[in-house]
């Protein structure tokens, strides 16, 4: 088991920054065969969506829709996963949630979610 506890969401304008975090814990079994982490996000009335994700090697995946504006990174020595958000605009906010995945076996946990408002 994987627990995941996100934090850094809140209030911004727009054009401003915020960086969230998302720190991992659990046995130390489980968490050396965590693999991938990222974030996704859900608008109000929207299904959620894929924002980033970085693999135990550091390759990063961002979507274009943020591509230049947000940046994921993770320090495994912290079991901690990161998303540097600047540039914000008000169609960013949503509900971002950590994402964890880990094998053997080939699980995911997601956490409980924080919420990124982008005030115009």
């Known amino acids: 088991q994987v627990q995941l506890v996100e934090s850094g969401g809140g209030l911004v304008q727009a054009g401003g920054s915020l960086r969230l975090s998302c720190a991992a814990s659990?046995?130390?079994?489980?968490?050396?065969?965590?693999?991938?982490m990222g974030w996704y996000r859900q608008a109000p009335g929207k299904q959620r969506e894929l924002v980033a994700t970085v693999t135990s090697g550091g390759n990063t995946n961002i979507v274009e829709s943020v591509k230049g504006r947000f940046a994921i990174s993770r320090d495994n020595s912290k079991s901690t996963v990161y998303l540097q958000m600047n540039s914000l605009k008000p169609e960013d906010t949503g509900v971002y949630y950590c994402?964890?995945?880990?094998?053997?076996?080939?699980?995911?946990?997601w956490g409980k979610g924080t919420l990124v408002t982008v005030s115009s």
């Open positions: 659990g046995s130390i079994s489980s968490i050396s065969r965590i693999t991938a």
């Open positions: 994402n964890v995945a880990t094998w053997p076996p080939n699980l995911n946990y």
